[in-house]
């Protein structure tokens, strides 16, 4: 079955970088492109990143243009997304998404929170 973990969340200072990772098994991850999205209590799920099979294209949320970076490794089946100058608006629980045929499929998702 599919299973998606993300890690690398934690608490982070504004201004701070982060580099998040899920996991990816159960499919073929190379075939498939991936995404980023990212949740605020109360708010709706939110699209951060996406990443071709091969890599390219990426795209990203405007809110994070400039800041953060999709990137995968399909011979290790895991899919990051780098955070560099996290603000205070990036805290949120992060999950990777892999859409494959009529299903989407969630991580548990990882914690973010930028504070001083």
């Known amino acids: 079955q599919v299973q998606l973990v993300e890690s690398g969340g934690g608490l982070v200072q504004p201004g701070g970088s982060l580099r998040l990772s899920c996991a990816a098994s159960g499919f073929t991850f190379s075939s498939y492109a991936m995404n980023w999205f990212r949740q605020v209590p109360g708010k709706e799920r939110e699209w951060v990143a996406a990443i071709g099979v091969t890599g390219r294209p990426t795209n990203y949320a405007d809110s994070v243009k400039g800041r953060f970076t999709i990137s995968r490794d399909n011979a290790k089946n895991t899919l990051f997304l780098q955070m560099n100058t996290l603000k205070p608006d990036d805290t949120a629980l992060y999950y990777c998404?892999?859409?494959?045929?009529?299903?989407?499929?969630w991580g548990q998702g990882t914690q973010v929170t930028v504070s001083s």
């Open positions: 998404n892999a859409p494959i045929g009529r299903h989407n499929y």
